[in-house]
């Protein structure tokens, strides 16, 4: 044993920091530092404070008084928060269930040799690429009235305008579908990487056997590709759940608060009501639910 | 370098550094000029922000000493705007704002009272209450400019196309609305947003009622208001309002009535100055009488306000007390919306000789009255109820046809909370 590091008797702690700091230590905590600041000063001293929020109850031009729990027992008995919640579970599974299926299918035909296959992959990434502001305003402007885009195309076709901005179920539909088109891209981008790194010989034992091409894709394609959707699905509920472009730029939440999701509740408590505390305890209930969701769905990965 | 050499060029690096700041110090002070941040909302149509940028920048060229910069706000979001500027920090010198927002913002310690610039000026010459609607544990918090009021139009054209009278009562106006729907054309229109939330204040204030009870209780589902709500879910359920009312904005509204889509429009006093070629083609229905007899409107005072984190308040009252005297381009050349506030204003040709403004002056203002209808006074959960969205969707589930007692306990709840916070 070296006599540099043989302390005997010397302190554990002692002997690990010298470890620590030795220049193979140094070096990645150094260039880590800044990234480890920025982290905490844009995430860590904000989630901090938000949750401190969320136990007072002033508002963010002036600071309330500690309220214990409260503001989280109003929440829980407030009809708004369970619709909020209600709308937020309809908007984030139809969304995956929609945007999975959809990118699944389009990296599948990616994949095959089809002419203008390089154009198709830059055009159908488009929808994740233009900012919100502009393609939720452009969808807004097709959908908005009667002599909407979309309402031409109807009575052209002899059917009858809908009022999709007016009708609370209407307005439902239309922020889910806005938000699958905008989701898609990037599921058909990771489905189509999950897909290429398949080993093509499972493929070439499963035509041996004798297998369909339904049975090759369920027993060889899916399992292969089970782990990546997991986690796909994992990251699509966490940004739908968060999502606060689409409700909010297309209906303001509305009408009627038909598509007002628990990130718009919170805007409405912090800002609209001038109420910090409600506000916050919004945003950390939908953190707690959405952490259970990810450790559900981990404990999932790693049982398969 | 020897050490001789070295600290004999410290010392010159020194001795420059002194200079260098001695000369900035001594800068003559006729340089150095007072920036004022001025928010203002918009308070008509493109036109408007640039009258009142020119109305700055005359400023700025007679008073070289201060610079005033002058930002446009919109609407949308006004309240969060507001508040997250002065949470962070970031508050403008002074600004204008909704009707009650000086009073809210004052409660939260971000205002500053301008007691002392009212008193230099001749109070009576502000309208009728305007002053006192600014006033508020025991200071001035704002300075009143314009006045808002809520007024129904209506189009010529198409009413006497359809052989329809001008509507004197509520009965009237739904069968007059019941007449003019057909061919994808409505009675009314209205929208979603806060002119839309409107009709529920003008049509409450109307029939006696509006939020709150003689006592200052919530009374959203107090008899008189519930009769306005039902006169407002009776267009609805008659088909007489265009259906694309609960998603539409104030300005998808204004456009469905000029084009002539429409019979009816709640909106602010000037519409018909902003209405282009349709101008003479809008008339304006003399206020309806509701079922009990009553008439009413509602109406706000507009105003200027100064923060408490402005730098310069003397150079920002001194601002304000200016633009408060100077504000008449705002209305010939920028088309505000609003009447004004200062009678030494409305007495201008530009407003005496325009008959709708001066019938508007003389017929809705004497009824108009401020969302504390019944209650009186002003107090900070006004400019809440006015930037929250619960009247909102209030008036979208109406427009959208909803039964309105379900709507109705929602948005009584609401604001009881409100108040009770």
Known sequence: ?304 | MSKTTAKRARHAWLLATAAATMALSLTPASAQSVTLDFWDMMWGGAEYPVAAQALVDRYNAEHPDVKVVYRSVPWTNWYETFVTAIASGSAPDLSTGAGFQAVQLYDQGAILPIDDLVAGMDQNDFVPGALDALKYDGHYVGLPWAVDVRVLFYRKDVLEAAGVAVPTTWQDMRDAAKALTKDDHYGLVSSGDPGGMHWILTSAINNGGGLFDDAGKAAITGERSMEALQFLADFAADGTVNPASAGYVNDDARGAFFRGEAGFLLNGPLLPDQAGDVKDQIGIVPPLKGPHGDVGTVYWVNNVMVYNQTEHPKETMEFLAWWSDNALTLWTDGHSGNLPARKSIASNPYFQDNANVKYIMDTYLPIAKTMAATVGGTFPALNEIDGDGFLMSLMQAIWQGQPIDGPAATAQAHLEEILAN
């Open chain 1, 1 to 304: 044993m070296s006599t540099a590091l043989d302390r005997s008797g010397a302190p554990a702690w002692r002997d690990r920091a010298r470890q620590m700091a030795a220049p193979e230590f140094v070096t990645p905590a150094v260039l880590l530092a800044p990234s480890i600041v920025l982290l905490l000063v844009v995430v860590a001293f904000p989630m901090v404070q938000g949750l401190y929020f969320s136990f007072t109850n002033g508002s963010l031009m002036k600071p309330g008084a500690l309220v214990g729990l409260s503001n989280y027992a109003k929440l829980l008995a407030t009809p708004a928060f369970w619709h909020s919640l209600q709308f937020s579970a309809v908007f984030a599974l139809c969304n995956i269930v929609g945007c999975y299926l959809l990118g699944l299918g389009l990296a599948l035909m990616m994949q095959m040799d089809i002419p203008g296959r390089g154009i198709f992959r830059v055009l159908l990434l488009l929808p994740w690429i233009v900012p919100s502001l502009v393609s939720i305003v452009a969808w807004r402007w097709m959908v908005a009235d009667d002599k909407a885009l979309f309402n031409q195309v109807i009575t052209l076709f002899g059917g009858k305008p809908i009022y999709f901005l007016s009708d609370s179920t209407w307005a439902v539909t239309v922020v889910i579908l806005i938000k699958i088109w905008r989701s898609f891209p990037f599921m058909m981008l990771s489905l189509l990487a999950a897909l290429q790194s398949i080993d093509r010989s499972l493929y070439e034992a499963a035509a041996i056997d004798g297998a369909t091409r339904w049975q090759s894709f369920w027993n060889v394609t899916v399992p292969q590709i089970k782990n990546i959707s997991i986690v796909l699905c994992l990251l699509m509920t966490i940004w739908t759940v968060n999502d606060f472009d689409t409700p909010w730029l297309l209906a303001q939440g509305g009408p009627a608060n038909a598509t007002e999701n628990l990130v718009v509740l919170a805007y409405r408590y912090t800002f609209a009501r001038n109420d910090v505390g409600m506000g916050a305890a919004t945003s950390f209930i939908t953190l707690f639910i959405l952490m259970a969701l990810v450790f559900f769905l981990l404990r999932l990965q790693r049982r398969t």
